[in-house]
């Protein structure tokens, strides 16, 4: 019997840690959804409005909504640890940058060019175009194309935000005390 305890006292922390990343993981996505609907409105004023090239619009969507991010982020998915050294708030804020810019203009600048120059998505949506119109929003193909690109590029930089946001831009150094160290 003394063995049953002992694995229940070591499987309870497993389960708590396992709904704490999963409510980590869903208040990530709550903040990725403001951040999705800033960046994309962005995107799409500086496009419809502003008449820039998509690849401006995605610098100025991007550098808007990783600003939202940090903040966002830093308040209410990655909280400091009061076991763990105080962050620096800027060199978080550089990381996060640095985290996002792979994903959110290197990895994203490829993907808009894959959809919209190679595969040529505007092609293939004449069909949405007409259901558009037929509800009075009229698209050409090709201005649809350029709005959908950047919804269809999150289901690849979604999940790997996260992974770099939780184990580098908002990880937490162990407290020194003198020259031994606490886990965070």
Not at 42 to 50: D, E, G, K, Q, S
Not at 59 to 73: D, E, H
Not at 103 to 130: A, K, P, Q
């Amino acid at each position: 019997m003394p063995e049953i305890q002992e694995n229940e006292q070591i499987q309870e922390p497993k389960k708590k840690n396992s709904k704490e990343l999963i409510l980590q993981i869903i208040k990530f996505g709550i903040v990725g959804v403001i951040n999705t609907i800033v960046s994309y409105v962005v995107y799409n004023f500086c496009y419809y409005v502003l008449g820039w090239p998509y690849h401006f619009c995605n610098l100025a969507g991007f550098i808007i909504s990783v600003l939202n991010a940090w903040f966002l982020q830093s308040k209410f998915v990655f909280k400091e640890s009061e076991d763990g050294e105080k962050r620096v708030w800027w060199k978080v804020l550089i990381k996060t940058y640095i985290s996002y810019a792979f994903s959110g203009l290197f990895l994203t600048e490829l993907l808009l060019i894959f959809w919209i120059d190679v595969v040529h998505l505007g092609n293939h949506l004449g069909g949405l175009c007409e259901w558009l119109a037929g509800i009075g929003m009229n698209f050409e193909p090709d201005d649809l194309a350029v709005s959908m690109a950047p919804l269809l590029n999150m289901v690849i930089t979604i999940p790997l935000n996260f992974i770099i946001n939780k184990f580098w831009a908002y990880r937490q150094k162990e407290k020194k005390i003198g020259s031994e160290t606490e886990s965070a």
